[in-house]
Nanobody, 116 residues
């Protein structure tokens, strides 16, 4: 059973937009804060955005004002709308629970490449 499945990545020019989706199992998603993470080549995985079960949000400074995290609790699905993308946003994007206590196995992620 797949616990976490990311989709929506691709190649986009600087200034472009993408919308990522995350389908999660109920055991991870329901009632828990969820988050998007990313890992660029040669770098550690970093936290991008967090959303609580009541849809309160928080963002890394590097994406604040450009990215919007949201969730659909009825569908156990989370989204990341990414606007005004920059080359430094290039990374593999992952979703998972924010708390390590409920975090599932990492999915394969979805590749986002920002390049002209």
């Amino acid at each position: 059973q797949v616990q976490l499945e990311e989709s929506g990545g691709g190649l986009v020019q600087p200034g472009g937009s993408l919308r990522l989706s995350c389908a999660a199992s109920g055991s991870i998603f329901s009632g828990n804060a969820m988050a998007w993470y990313r890992q660029a080549p040669g770098k550690q995985r970093e936290l991008v955005a967090v959303i609580t079960s009541s849809s309160r949000t928080n963002y890394a400074d590097s994406v604040k004002g450009r990215f919007t995290i949201s969730r659909d609790n009825a569908k156990n699905t989370m989204y990341l709308q990414m606007n005004n993308l920059k080359p430094e946003d290039t990374a593999v994007y992952y979703c998972n629970a924010f708390s390590v206590n409920v975090r599932g196995s990492w999915g394969q992620g979805t590749q986002v490449t920002v390049s002209s």
